[in-house]
């Protein structure tokens, strides 16, 4: 089309700067007005912050059940994402009664086995081991970010998150980086190597109603992966707390956590089981099971190797890029192989995305928040420019 010459192109120019700046002020409205409660409660829970910061005992609890909510249901979608979806047709009490009890039950032994730990052990390692003593409004900030993430269906690392603001040692901050980056490549070597294995025999094999045999073993294998999970990922959440428990705060950490549990079951997963749905074949019992199987396995591998922290985020992300590879590859036609393997490729670019968002974020708040980190990452960056 010819554009008219009358129009001089500075106006032309100014026109189509209004009509851009038009559209993002409506966007923003419209962003606004659908999630004005949200906003709200946002707003209200910043008020918060700031009003108990200067009493650490409530700050304390007031930065755990916003870490707690917002951790497990941003990583709802690696843990109980697929057993809600493949359970859909189920009460969601029943669901909840029995995660919730496999909860119970995981957090009372460590406790019990540990001298009051509830995190296994990961909060033992050097650089983690110092429960705060007071609080900053960044530390609390943090897990308030996470939910504002959660709200906008972006998985990220729970753990750079929320363990990096409290981090009293930059070199702990790096060994659970590095640890996570192993989880990563292990993950999604692994998930090539399984389901190249395995594409063709399930796409034979897998069709159909599947039997009760399935229902079973995947409430199994979803119980043992939730289980294994709180061994790595409850640290996330005790951070906020003493390293040991007493009797009732052991109650009030299980209470909270259940009732919050509970919640995130009568949401049927809140905004982050949307993203259930855009992994192939998710939904299916059987592709779950085995997906849970070899999640669960790789996380117990990590979680006897050391007591160091590990972002399941990272593993699980690995594993769902290898396994997406895997089956485009596995495709029989070279065409239908050419765009699966597009496809693919830019799921996993997307995830890797989202996953690099949560560890900027923790990285920033971490150097904000605490002066040992920043001098330390003051001394690399003169460090490396020399």
């Known amino acids: 089309m010819k554009l008219d010459s009358s129009i001089p192109k500075k106006a032309f120019s100014d026109k189509v700067r209004q009509q851009r ?18 906003l709200f409660l946002i707003l209200v829970l910043l008020l918060l912050c700031k009003i ?60 019990v086995a540990y001298s009051g730990d509830v995190s296994y052990q990961r909060l033992t390692e050097k650089g983690f081991s110092e429960a705060p003593q007071t609080f900053g409004f960044l530390q609390l900030f943090s897990p308030i970010v996470l939910l504002i993430l ?6 990220v690392s729970t753990t750079f998150l929320l363990l990096n603001v409290f981090a009293t040692d930059a070199n702990a901050m790096f060994s659970v980086f590095q640890k996570s980056l192993y989880g990563y490549f292990i993950a999604f070597l692994s998930a090539i190597l399984i389901w190249y294995l395995t594409a063709r025999f399930a796409d034979r094999y897998f069709k159909g109603r599947p039997g009760l045999s399935w229902t079973v073993l995947q409430w ?21 707390l003493p390293r040991k428990l007493d009797l009732s705060a052991l109650l009030m950490f299980v209470g909270f956590i259940f009732s919050g ?24 019992i059987r592709a779950a099971t085995l997906v849970d199987f070899v999640y669960m396995s790789i996380l117990f591998y990590f979680k006897n190797l050391n007591n160091l922290p590990i972002s399941t985020t990272w593993v699980f992300i690995g594993l769902l890029g290898g396994r997406e590879l895997a089956i485009s590859l596995a ?16 799921f996993i670019r997307k995830d890797l995305q989202h996953g690099c968002i949560g560890l900027i974020i923790s990285i920033i708040l971490a150097i904000l928040v ?9 001394e690399f960056v003169l460090g490396f420019m020399k």
């Not at 709802?76 to 189920?90: L, P």
């Not at 959660?150 to 998985?155: A, G, L, Q, S, V």
């Not at 199994?220 to 990922?233: C, E, F, H, K």
């Not at 549990?261 to 192939?280: H, I, P």
């Open 21 to 38: 700046l038009s559209k993002i002020t409506y966007r923003i409205f419209d962003i606004t007005k659908r999630e004005q409660d949200f």
């Open 52 to 111: 108990v910061i200067p009493y650490p005992n409530v700050a304390m609890w007031f930065g755990f059940a916003m870490a707690s909510y917002s951790a497990i249901a941003n990583d709802s979608i690696q843990t109980i994402g697929t057993f809600i979806a493949s359970n859909a047709h189920r009460q969601w009490w029943h669901l909840w009664l029995f995660m919730g009890i496999i909860f119970i039950g995981t957090v009372t032994y460590s406790w």
């Open 150 to 155: 959660t709200r906008m269906r972006i998985p």
């Open 220 to 240: 199994i294998t979803s119980g043992l992966l939730w289980s294994v999970w709180l061994m790595q990922d409850a640290s996330n959440i005790a951070v906020f």
């Open 261 to 284: 549990l509970g919640v995130l079951f009568y949401l049927k997963g809140d905004r982050m089981q949307q993203l259930v749905s855009e992994k192939a074949g998710l939904t299916d």
């Open 331 to 346: 495709k029989r036609q070279a065409k239908t192989r050419s765009k699966a393997l597009q496809k693919s490729i830019k």
């Open 370 to 378: 605490n002066p040992v980190i920043r001098k330390t990452m003051h």
